[in-house]
């Protein structure tokens, strides 16, 4: 690259005044996460009295045992990771293929599933017809419906079509010449050169796959657990103690006596990092994806 | 082409509704009455039974739905019945067998879909007895009501529930149609002491106030009794320790929450103890007319103005709070004894060390201007956790007879003692004896001993309040100084609101209905004026706000509420046979 | 030329048949017919459920069960002055969103797009800059109480620099409720959101900036004439997306942080029907503001549309 060979190892005013306003801004956005980090990693009735903010007090790992030590976290987890990994490649997969077809405005029908498409972002049946249809479809408790369901997303699907529509023509031109068909254009072709997007969409739905827990609660069940279904009943119980604790009942007192906190901060802050740290460390890995454009200069003779 | 497009789609859609809904035609089949069939009861003029459960002990099963377990209890009821010496003990006596299903989640999203789907068992518990779904499922015809299955299998069932029960809870036609767990009912405190608790008069040890013994110390008195003084302490406080909020205010919402001051005060600005306005003529109006309570809300914006309260503690959320408590960040604060003298003074003494001053004692109570006495009220419940015997059921007559042993002294004391001889021991003056391991692990594990004995926490919906207060008050260690400050400052005040015909009236209306509606609104246009009066910069702007409430309150319809509430008044008088508006000065 | 030019002349063409076409698309009809199968068998058979809004729902009784209620539910709605206020606030949040918030993602992929050295930085800086995205409201609402109570952090800051001379009540305040949302609201989505423009970005051929650079363009001019109108299309799209959605609130932000002092502004229309909705179990309500919500939003696509489509040429379809 001429432009870099030229600017290797100089920095212009640009961006010096580039880089000390994204240092800013990462400071900003770094600063309540790592709040959330040292609280996770302080004793919790040390937190109860607050002032963490840079630093933790009383430094212990009590707050993480507290939480893989139950026996139903391991499995949650492995749930997690099971519909994260299946879900996010299918999905991506699907949409693209999806939207890939529905980028072709010569397609029969392209318009009328356009259609369809955009009205089920505005419109829907509501929590408890949706649940009745997942229910009469079998997927009731059953682990296809973290995946079936999420195979195709709207907004993605737009994201993607959009995309596909910003590639240039002769990218296929030369592939139709030579006899190949819709398939072999899609998967040799357009896959491999939308991987920005691509990879884009697939951290979408790895996220949302990682995050969700509401469908776990209406379909999973307890059979179905998931990590962020499990970490949402925690923290429910632990305020559920708390507001018991000031009832005026024999348990509250009993309670009270034996010394029950209300540590729902630190369950709350640990449970962010457990979600939080491991969806994060993907990133770093499709990153790679995010390469320059590449070889489209080459189709150009 | 566009209109084709059109029309193709219309029809689609259609076609893809009809499909779908053919799939929610509703189990007719479920709502037939099976009941009438067991008509032929068991010929048992034979023999002489004292309950109808002992008529028929074999084994049988039926599955509950639980969402609103509370979490510690949730070990014990996941484990399954069979490791239990109790719950075994309970199947001999019965035949029965509970199988409990806790879904994950909230009640409210799990609910709906479920009485939509039909899958709900044959028990079902809710969190209250107000929830809109009881209500859904009986007009939809699908659960039993207790009072038939009663009547039909099991008529001596009904000496077991308490006439206050029926009074409160029973429908114009006298059906009961779900059943209350943890009513706080009329006698159960004088109960509970029977059997060896301190119940504190039946006040126990909430709101009290307390106030930091180094500031108190500093002002110069060992105790506070009447308003005034409290004022003056709180300016105190404003004045030499900067760093302290002189006094802990609420989390979100002025008048509810255990700990909020207001719980304690509201008695001494002479506001009602049943958070209404009753009238001497009988009726009850609503709490944002009274004068007593505007009185209130002009002190606090008095110390608004003059800086002992900052906005920030106006938006305060209940972790905010915490931290300060915990860190004894405030000069005054509103508290359950048992709270203060245990987890709060621990948790000070960790950080500041054990010979701080930093603690907290009890003071008060802080009688009011005018010659207004402060007084609370004995607790008293109408009930909490509720359960329904649903339709689905296939046995209901083996179900209702389950529970009448439950119900029983018997299955009083087996659900939450334990079995006689073995977990507890009844003494000749009637009070109970704990085995020591049993008491030993209450004392030093609660979750534990809930796991390890099935008890208590595992039937609260099914559990007689003087029973539970009765039991665990007495197995665990006799409370110190908490019980000491609950009689020396709560015992002497208390006064039974109920016993006035005040029965908790504001639970009279039905969750979900449009009057449960209007009451959502019409409090929260009353919570948000009386913030807003609370940070007022002067009269004119604080009588304003309050007059544009009483306005927007009127247009959405308070009258209707009110008159709810003052049938439902006017009903408890009744059957109590007082005046309505007797006690009213 | 090739095939797909005849195809695109023959579509238009009625000449050549129906069946004809649909069989040299049968690759094509093979990567979306199970796409729109499944739009309908998960979308559409539950939209029956609109009905609900028309009826006095008992999921007791299902919904061919349930009595009647006609538009008594909407009549409900329309009727009430606090669902327009809520209405109300809603727009004024998700317009100051809107205006405020849809730029920054798009500078801050711009500027990490711009940066060619210090790539360890880059890298780090994106990977902090979409934290927030997992940090749930629940945690951000606790953490700005305290950060912005009057011994939090900030409040002492302002007072040590003589900016204040007392607390301020940031929560409480009209205006500055206004400005602690939409900060937050910012704050929480920006890195999220950028990757979308990033990716974009990094799909622009470096030919292009080389060919620039040869005609002397500065690197404002390079982001103007070339970065710029590649990433368009995203652009738009996702403009005209958030456009269309703006009737919709982050329930649990405003859940968590309004409070009646700022009940004025703080209450939107999200939280106020879960309100007087969901949480009194009144499906058919949720239902028809559900509806509502649908129809408003559906129009305010179609409007962001048409306007993107006379101006830009693109758009969503």
């Known amino acids: 690259m001429a432009r870099k060979i030229k600017k290797l190892n100089r920095y212009t005013p640009f961006d010096v005044f580039n880089i000390a306003l994204l240092a800013i801004i990462a400071f900003m956005a770094f600063y309540p996460f790592w709040n959330v980090l040292m609280i996770s990693l302080n004793d919790p009735t040390d937190t109860l009295q607050g002032g963490i903010t840079l630093w933790f007090r009383k430094f212990t790992l009590a707050n993480y045992n507290h939480i893989f030590n139950q026996s139903a976290f391991v499995r949650a987890f492995f749930m997690s990771v099971a519909r994260t990994l299946i879900g996010a490649s299918t999905s991506v997969i699907f949409t693209a293929a999806f939207s890939y077809g529905l980028s072709k405005k010569w397609l029969i029908g392209q318009k009328l599933f356009m259609t369809l498409l955009v009205i089920t972002m505005y419109v829907s049946g509501g929590l408890i017809p949706t649940f009745l249809n997942i229910k009469n479809l079998g997927l009731y408790q059953n682990f296809l419906v973290y995946i079936l369901p999420a195979l195709l997303n709207s907004y993605n699907v737009i994201i993607m079509v959009t995309y596909f529509r910003g590639l240039p023509a002769e990218l296929e031109e030369s592939v139709r010449i030579d006899g190949g068909n819709d398939l072999v254009i899609f998967f040799r072709i357009v896959l491999p050169v939308s991987m920005p997007v691509v990879a884009t969409i697939a951290l979408f739905n790895a996220v949302g796959q990682w995050n969700s827990w509401f469908d776990t609660m209406l379909y999973g069940g307890r059979k179905l657990m998931t990590m962020q279904m499990f970490l949402v009943e925690l923290i429910q119980d632990a305020d559920q103690v708390r507001k018991l604790m000031s009832s005026g009942s024999s348990i509250a007192a009993s309670l009270a006596k034996l010394g029950y906190k209300p540590n729902v901060e630190s369950i709350k802050a640990t449970a962010m990092m457990i979600t939080a740290i491991p969806i994060i460390m993907v990133y770093p890995f499709l990153q790679k994806y995010f390469v320059k454009g590449i070889m489209v200069g080459s189709l150009k003779g | 082409m566009k209109k084709a497009l059109a029309i193709l789609l219309a029809v689609l859609m259609l076609l893809a509704m009809f499909a779908g809904c053919s799939s929610d035609k509703k189990a007719e089949t479920k709502t037939e009455t099976k009941t009438e069939e067991k008509k032929e009861e068991k010929k048992e003029e034979t023999v002489e039974y004292d309950w109808e459960y002992q008529m028929d002990t074999s084994p049988f099963e039926f599955d509950v739905w639980w969402p609103s377990v509370w979490s510690w209890a949730k070990a014990g009821l996941d484990s399954g019945w069979d490791d239990s010496p109790v719950y075994q003990y309970i199947t001999e006596k019965t035949g029965g067998k509970m199988n409990v299903e806790i879904p994950l989640g909230d009640e409210g999203e799990l609910a709906g879909t479920m009485i939509a789907a039909g899958t709900y068992p044959d028990v079902c518990v809710f969190g209250s007895f107000t929830s809109p779904y009881i209500v859904q499922m009986k007009d939809a015809n699908l659960i039993y009501s207790w009072t038939e299955l009663i009547n039909e299998h099991a008529p001596k069932m009904q000496t077991l529930i308490p006439d206050s029960m029926m009074a409160s809870h029973a429908d114009e036609n006298g059906e009961l149609w779900y059943y209350p767990g943890f009513a706080y009912h009329e006698t159960w405190a004088e109960e509970a002491e ?88 009988g009726s009850i109006k609503y709490y944002m007319y009274d004068p007593a309570y505007i009185d209130y809300l002009s002190w606090l914006n008095k110390l608004y103005k003059d800086g002992v309260i900052s906005s920030n503690q106006l938006t305060d959320d209940q972790t905010a709070l915490d931290t300060k408590t915990y860190s004894a960040g405030y000069g005054a604060i509103n508290s359950a004894t048992y709270t203060a003298y245990n987890t709060l003074e621990t948790t000070l003494k960790e950080s500041f060390g054990a010979d701080t001053d930093k603690l907290y004692v009890a003071v008060g109570p802080i009688n009011g201007n005018n010659g207004i006495k402060w007084q609370t009220y004995k607790l008293r419940s109408t009930g909490g956790q509720s359960s329904v015997i649903t339709k689905n059921c296939d046995i209901p007559e083996r179900v209702i007879r389950f529970f009448e042993f439950i119900f029983t002294d018997e299955g009083q004391m087996t659900i939450q003692g334990g079995i006689e001889g073995e977990h507890w021991t009844r003494n000749a003056d009637g009070t109970i004896s704990h085995d020591e391991a049993k008491a030993s692990l209450a004392n030093s594990d609660l979750e534990g001993f809930v796991t390890k004995y099935k008890l208590c926490g595992n039937w609260s919906p099914w559990c007689n309040t003087s029973y539970w207060e009765g039991l665990l008050g007495a197995c665990l260690t006799p409370p110190g100084r ?104 | 030329m090739g095939k797909k030019n005849e195809m695109a002349v023959s579509v238009g063409n009625s000449q050549m048949s129906f069946w004809r076409r649909l069989y040299e698309q049968r690759y094509m ?65 998700s317009f100051l969103n809107l205006a405020v918030g849809f730029p920054v993602p798009i500078i801050f992929a711009l500027m990490i797009n711009e940066l060619f050295q210090a790539k360890l930085f880059k890298r780090v800086v994106q990977t902090i800059s979409y934290l927030p995205h997992f940090l749930s409201w629940a945690f951000v609402a606790s953490f700005l109480n305290t950060f912005l109570s009057d011994r939090g952090t900030l409040n002492p800051l302002l007072i040590n620099f003589g900016i204040i001379d007392e607390p301020y009540g940031f929560l409480g305040n009209i205006t500055s409720f206004v400005f602690v949302i939409v900060i937050s609201t910012i704050w929480k989505s920006f890195g999220y959101s950028s990757i979308i423009y990033l990716a974009a970005m990094t799909s622009i051929p470096q030919e292009m900036y080389e060919a620039a650079l040869i005609d002397g363009a500065t690197r404002m001019q390079k982001i103007r004439y070339i970065t710029l109108p590649s990433i368009r299309s995203t652009v738009v799209v996702l403009l005209i997306l958030q456009i269309s959605g703006m009737i919709h609130s982050n329930f649990e932000q405003f859940y968590l942080l309004q409070n009646p002092l700022v009940s004025e502004i703080g209450k939107v229309l999200d939280v106020y029907t879960y309100e007087v909705g969901m949480q009194k179990a009144r499906f058919s309500y949720a239902t028809a503001v559900g509806l509502f919500k649908s129809v408003v939003s559906f129009a305010l696509l179609v409007i962001a549309n048409t306007v993107s489509r006379r101006i830009t040429g693109e758009g969503i379809y």
């Open chain 2, 194 to 281: 029977a059997m060896g608790a301190h119940p504190a008069g039946g006040a126990h040890g909430t709101n009290v106030i307390f106030c930091r013994k180094d500031t108190l110390e500093a002002f110069g008195k060992d105790d506070i009794s009447d308003i005034d003084t409290f004022t003056e302490y709180l300016y105190f406080c404003r004045d030499n320790y900067p760093d302290v909020d002189p006094v802990r205010l609420f989390a979100s919402n002025p008048r509810n929450g255990g700990e909020a001051i207001f719980t304690h005060l509201k008695a001494t600005f002479g506001c009602h103890l049943s958070d209404t306005y009753p009238q001497a003529d």
């Open chain 2, 482 to 585: 908490d019980l000491d400050e609950s009689e020396k400052r709560l015992q002497p005040y208390t006064i039974d609101l109920w016993a006035d015909g005040f029965c908790e009236i504001t639970a009279c209306i039905e969750g979900g209905s449009d009057l449960d509606v209007i009451r959502t609104k019409v409090n929260e246009a009353c919570m948000n004026a009386a913030m807003k009066m609370i940070a007022s910069a002067n009269e004119a702007e604080f009588n304003k706000i309050l007059a544009d409430c009483i306005t927007e309150i009127e247009g959405l319809g308070v009258a209707q509420i009110e008159e709810a509430y003052t049938a439902e008044y006017k009903s408890c008088c009744e059957s109590l046979g007082i005046t309505p508006g007797a006690s009213v000065k």
């Open chain 3, 29 to 93: 009809m093979l990567l979306v017919l199970p796409g729109v199968v499944l739009l309908i068998v998960f979308y559409y058979f539950p939209l029956y459920g609109i009905l609900l809004a028309f009826k006095d729902y008992n999921p007791g009784l299902g919904i061919s069960g349930s009595p009647w209620a006609g538009l008594k539910y909407f009549r409900e709605i329309l009727t009430d002055v606090q669902f327009f206020k809520s209405l109300r606030n809603t727009f004024i949040f």
